[in-house]
């Protein structure tokens, strides 16, 4: 058997990262994120930063230099097509982060790669499993709202531009609710981990 490469992915605020501290920390398997790799995409100095500040003017850096990313939200969260231009900015960079990374896990039997864009960024040819993390539209808004201080509207709004978590679970081999408490959720990690696809 190959090398097993776990896509996880779920909605905004559905407990992708609680799954993954929990495959980490109890499973102690690597994990690679996708989020991690977005983030250094536009340091300071790197390509897609220079690109960015180019299309939108230096009024989207920080004194310091870095992005700011709540006015960069404001600008690609209400115009698709801009949303789609700093994705195809971002998206390879992520890409290539992801095979360095694995070209130093290949002994590694399992691997996890949290992805929240894997099906919209095409990246399921790269994993050889994909679990999404689901919850209720109420819990994950309520989840949103505190996490992020968005107010119920905001937080709909943020939901309802995300590929549907119905889709996502449809497409999935193993769907894991996170409408319960944690031992529950983790329960059905360990389940999942334990039969392989």
């Known amino acids: 058997m190959g090398q097993r490469i776990i896509g996880l992915t779920g909605g905004i605020a559905t ?6 501290d929990y495959l ?7 994990v690679l994120d996708a989020d991690i790799y977005a983030r250094q995409a536009v340091e300071p100095g790197a390509a897609a930063l220079g690109a960015i500040a180019t299309r939108y003017g230096s009024s989207l850096l920080h004194a310091d230099g870095t992005l700011n990313r709540g006015k960069l939200g404001e600008i690609i969260f209400n115009q698709p097509a801009e949303k789609a231009w700093l994705e195809q900015q971002i998206h390879p960079v992520v890409r290539r982060h992801f095979e360095a990374a694995m070209a130093k896990l290949t002994e590694a039997p399992v691997v996890v790669q949290v992805i929240p864009l894997l099906f919209e960024a095409n990246l399921v040819g790269q994993v050889s499993e994909i679990w999404v993390v689901t919850c209720p539209f109420e819990r994950q808004r309520q989840r949103l709202m ?10 709909t709004a943020r939901i309802h531009s995300q590929m549907p978590l119905v889709g996502k679970v ?14 529950t959720l983790f329960r059905q990690v360990d389940e999942a981990l334990q039969h392989a696809r």
């Open 170 to 183: 449809a497409l999935a081999d193993v769907a894991l609710d996170n409408s319960a408490d944690l031992p």
């Open 24 to 30: 980490a920390r109890v499973h102690h398997l690597p």
């Open 146 to 155: 505190e996490r992020s201080g968005l107010t119920a509207e905001q937080a």
């Open 15 to 20: 407990g992708k990262s609680t799954v993954s």
